[in-house]
C-alpha cells in the first residue's frame, strides 16, 4: 500500500498570500495518479487536481499541482477567503489512498 | 446536474448490521465505476470500497473484507453498501464518490455526496 504524508499539517496564512502544500509518498507514484480535493467543514470533498497538475472543471487557475515521483505540490497563488479549508492528497488506482490533509486557516 | 444522495445511516450497536444507498442522477450511472469513502469524525478520508460499471469488478480496503458488501442496481440507478459486524472503528460519515472518466490519470473522484452518517456505539 502507497503511504501519502502531508506537510505541513496546518499551514496559518492570511488572504492574498501564497499557499505551498506537500505530499510525500512512500513509493513512487506515476505523476498520472495523483490527486488534490479541498474539504470546508460539513462538506464533501472537491476534486481540484487530477494527473498531478490539471486543474478539474471549474477549478480557479490560482490553484495549481506539480511534481512527480514521490513528491507532489499543491499551490495556491493568492489565498481568497473561500480557500481556507482542508486539502487531500490522492494516489488513484485499484487501492486508492489518501494522505492526512493539510488544514489552511486564516493567520 | 450530477447528485448523489446517500442515506440508510444511523445509530447501530457493535455486531449489528445497516445498509446503506446511494440514489444518483443526472449523469448515466451504468457507465461509471463507483466507490465508498468514509470519514471517522475529525479525521481524514478512507477508501472503503470500489464496484466496476458493470458490477463484475469489486475491491475492498482491508479493514472491511469480508464484513462489508457493495453492490448496484443499474436499472435503479443506486449503489448500496452493505455492513455487517460493524465496530466502534465504523464509526464515520460515508460518502459515495463517482469516479471520473480520466483515465489516464488513474479515475480521481469527481462527484461526491453529502455523506450519511453511521454511528457504532452500544
Known amino acids: 500500500e502507497i503511504v501519502l504524508t502531508q506537510s505541513p499539517g496546518t499551514l496559518s496564512l492570511s488572504p492574498g498570500e501564497r499557499a505551498t502544500l506537500s505530499c510525500r509518498a512512500s513509493q513512487s507514484v506515476s505523476s498520472s495518479y495523483l490527486a488534490w480535493y479541498q474539504q470546508k467543514p460539513g462538506q464533501a470533498p472537491r476534486l481540484l487536481i487530477y494527473g498531478a497538475s490539471s486543474r478539474a472543471t471549474g477549478i480557479p487557475d490560482r490553484f495549481s499541482g506539480s511534481g512527480s515521483g514521490t513528491d507532489f505540490t499543491l499551490t495556491i497563488s493568492r489565498l481568497e477567503p473561500e480557500d481556507f479549508a482542508v486539502y487531500y492528497c490522492?494516489?488513484?488506482?485499484?487501492?486508492?489512498?489518501f494522505g492526512p490533509g493539510t488544514k489552511v486557516e486564516i493567520k | 446536474e450530477v447528485q448523489l444522495v446517500e442515506s440508510g445511516g444511523g445509530l447501530v450497536q457493535p455486531g449489528g448490521s445497516l445498509r446503506l444507498s446511494c440514489a444518483a442522477s443526472?449523469?448515466?450511472?451504468?457507465?461509471?465505476?463507483m466507490n465508498w469513502v468514509r470519514q471517522a469524525p475529525g479525521k481524514g478520508l478512507e477508501w472503503v470500497s470500489y464496484i466496476s460499471s458493470s458490477g463484475s469488478t469489486i475491491y475492498y480496503a482491508d479493514s472491511v473484507k469480508g464484513r462489508f458488501t457493495i453492490s448496484r442496481d443499474n436499472a435503479k440507478n443506486s449503489l448500496y453498501l452493505q455492513m455487517n459486524s460493524l465496530r466502534a472503528e465504523d464509526t464515520a460519515v460515508y460518502y459515495c464518490a463517482r469516479e471520473s472518466h480520466y483515465y489516464a490519470s488513474g479515475s480521481p473522484f469527481d462527484y461526491w455526496g453529502q455523506g450519511t452518517l453511521v454511528t457504532v456505539s452500544s
Open positions: 490522492q494516489q488513484c488506482g485499484s487501492s486508492p489512498t
Open positions: 443526472g449523469f448515466t450511472f451504468s457507465s461509471y465505476e
